[in-house]
């Protein structure tokens, strides 16, 4: 059973921009660290914000939004099972 937890976005290129805005915004702050720190916390911030709290969360959206419409789950008699989803064909 879910409980509804997704962490995909609603396109392929929107969670890749939140991945390269939290990645660089977190080395970003490493770097930053000796020279201007308060900088350096504002980049900390962003990029967990761009992550939505962790980078994990993060890895597991990309997963979530790659395989969006393409895998189904069926739970029944206490049991799961995921099934590639059937696509509609297209008349050529």
Known sequence: ???GRSFASSSLARHLVRGVVGFGALVGSVVLVPVIWPVSLALAA???LA???CPTCWAIGLAQTISRGRLRRSCSDGGC???VAERPRSSA
């Open 1 to 3: 059973m879910t409980d």
């Open 51 to 53: 992550f939505r709290g």
């Open 81 to 83: 099972e995921l099934k």
């Open 46 to 48: 962003l990029g967990v």
